[in-house]
């Protein structure tokens, strides 16, 4: 049986062909930014000052333009700007549903796409991110896993997402503003969009640091996800490296069926990925682990399964939400009837399991979970192209 072959970060990580010009500063981390500054001129007693300014204002303060970086030298702000720049990606395309979830089509270096997604609630505002052009994992169940692989995103381009979502909500804090004088609209941040983050592992940490440095967009790491298929070597390191929330999707509690599910399952079977994941919480403090779960009609929502996915995750602290399954064309798979999730639920519910029913979101768009699939890999199967944009 074929095995599913991991993509990691030495392999199609950074474009074939870097971009010439000047170094864009977006996705550095500190370190990585002093050590530019110091290889352009910036002298090495004055490169840990200067990193932290110039973090502040790009991070902090969304600026984008050296030249407003007022706190530096008007000479040292025309140098910054001969040799480097602040970028980030390009929303080329902007969906708004009938709920106010919104879907960016966004471009990044060489022309490709990636789908990121808005979602705003009573409570929160949640940005769902990609972290790969394509996906390599072929989820049955996924719209974005009929979408092959093309390359992992670069840090800037993953922390690019959420600048950009921050320019377009408006979201930034004016310079001299306190850190709650502007509403907080993108409170969580969720790497459940296009790719399976821990195979491009390196990128994503580095984003993520950059997302939870108190001097910049300041997340705690308590409100950003990682969401997993299944990638067991990575887990533990996750942990220690990052420390956020994770979310498995699980979707199956036989080895049977998630195989055709989850592909990857064939390679880290359940008993494998449970393991791995009864230890996530001592490693990274964290108080659960999420297990996704897509309801699908016939295949995986009957109450053996519930009872069977009480007895396999027992002793993890979790949660288990509900994804009823988000239709789209040509999908193999059914949504499971309504009872029948509600009777899914009430089985987890009384086992001790908080148990969601996730509401389906910005649908009306294909921006729901498991839909996301870029504008220009639609273009290259027009067969498939009037069915999709339906």
Not at 215 to 239: D, H, K, W
Not at 295 to 306: Q, T, W
């Amino acid at each position: 049986m074929t095995q599913t072959a991991p993509i990691t970060q030495d392999v199609l990580t950074i474009p074939r062909k870097a971009p010439e010009g000047p170094t864009n500063i977006v996705g550095l981390t500190r370190e990585g930014l002093r050590e530019v500054l110091i290889a352009n001129g910036t002298p090495e007693k004055q490169a840990r000052m200067r990193v932290g300014q110039i973090w502040q204002w790009v991070y902090q303060w969304g600026v984008r333009d050296f030249h407003a970086m007022t706190n530096l030298a008007k000479a040292y702000r025309a140098d910054l700007a001969e040799r480097f720049v602040i970028a980030v990606p390009e929303i080329v395309n902007r969906q708004v549903s009938a709920d106010g979830t919104r879907k960016y089509l966004v471009r990044i270096h060489g022309g490709h796409e990636v789908e990121v997604v808005y979602i705003p609630e009573t409570d929160r505002g949640t940005l769902c991110i990609s972290s790969q052009v394509g996906c390599t994992l072929t989820c049955s169940f996924c719209h974005t896993g009929t979408q092959k692989l093309v390359r992992n995103l670069t840090a800037g381009e993953i922390i690019g997402q959420v600048m950009l979502a921050r320019d377009d909500l408006d979201e930034w804090p004016r310079p001299g503003e306190g850190a709650g004088e502007r509403p907080r609209l993108i409170s969580n941040i969720v790497l459940m969009g296009m790719g399976e983050p821990l195979y491009n592992f390196e990128n994503v940490r580095d984003a993520m640091k950059i997302a939870m440095d108190g001097e910049g967009i300041s997340l705690s790491r308590r409100r950003i996800t990682l969401s997993t298929s299944g990638v067991v070597p990575e887990i533990a390191r996750t942990a220690k490296e990052i420390g956020c929330l994770l979310a498995v999707s699980f979707h199956a509690t036989t080895d049977a069926v998630r195989d055709g599910l989850v592909p990857i399952n064939r390679k880290w079977n359940i008993e494998t990925l449970l393991n791995a994941l009864r230890e996530y919480p001592r490693l990274s403090n964290s108080e659960r682990i999420t297990f996704e779960y897509v309801m699908l009609k016939g295949v995986n929502d009957s109450d053996e399964d519930a009872r069977r996915l009480v007895r396999l995750i027992a002793g993890i602290p979790a949660k288990i939400n509900l994804i009823p399954f988000n239709e789209w064309p040509g999908a193999p798979y059914a949504r499971s009837d309504w009872d029948r999730i509600e009777a899914f639920a009430h089985i987890l519910y009384k086992a001790g399991y908080a148990s969601p029913i996730r509401t389906p979101r910005g649908e009306d768009i294909m921006a729901a979970c498991g839909q996301l699939k870029s504008a220009t890999e639609r273009a290259r199967n027009p067969r498939r192209a009037p069915a999709a944009d339906a």
